[in-house]
């Protein structure tokens, strides 16, 4: 007599579900910790941090026209007339000039100036205004600071030319910005010889 025998079967258990799910928890878990590192790090003042990330802030450009305006004094060191050199302090006389002004900013690249200069002269134990320039002229701006104007002059003393000026600011705060400047000062008229001066140049441009 045939008997059909039936083997047990074993059970069998399919774990690729619960795998699946614990490697997604881990890789959920990995990116939280990533975020959460992220967003704690410091960033630099000029960055913003959003989402885990850090991009860099857009900064503004300033508008244009802009008007600022300088105070400063200049030293003339030497003048050259007629052949002869002569230094500011030769023969118990000095100048000196207090340049204040206006700027106003076109571009980054272009402005112009309205300046006016005061000239006090000492000489034989006395001094004096002697003198009063008047000097507008076109700036042209470069990078790190450094600026040609070339200047037209009006002198009350009769005298008339231009100026190159080559100005370079060396310091910069939140309220002013320091110049330094060397200008050739090209002088004619009033019944005197064509002059050539050197001066220096030390003020500040307010913010």
Do not use: C, W
Request: proline content about 7%; aromatic content about 14%; cysteine-free.
């Amino acid at each position: 007599m045939n008997k059909n025998l039936i083997l047990p079967t074993r059970k069998t258990t399919n774990y690729r579900p619960l795998q699946i799910s614990l490697l997604i928890m881990m890789i959920a878990t990995s990116f939280l910790s990533q975020t959460a590192s992220a967003q704690i790090k410091d960033v630099p003042p000029d960055s913003i941090r959003y989402a885990g990330s850090v991009y860099q802030k857009i900064k503004p450009k300033p508008a244009y026209p802009r008007v600022v305006g300088y105070l400063s004094f200049i030293l003339p060191l030497e003048t050259l007339s007629a052949g002869k050199f002569t230094p500011n302090f030769a023969h118990h006389t000095s100048s000196i000039g207090f340049p204040v002004g206006v700027n106003v900013l076109y571009s980054e690249r272009f402005g112009f100036s309205y300046e006016l200069t005061p000239t006090i002269r000492a000489s034989g134990g006395s001094s004096k205004v002697s003198n009063l320039l008047i000097d507008p002229g076109t700036m042209f701006r470069f990078d790190h600071g450094f600026t040609i104007v070339t200047r037209l002059a009006f002198e009350t003393s009769g005298r008339y030319g231009f100026t190159p000026v080559f100005n370079q600011v060396y310091a910069r705060s939140k309220a002013v910005n320091y110049f330094v400047a060397l200008s050739l000062p090209n002088r004619f008229g009033n019944s005197d010889p064509y002059s050539l001066g050197l001066n220096l140049q030390l003020g500040f441009t307010f913010n």
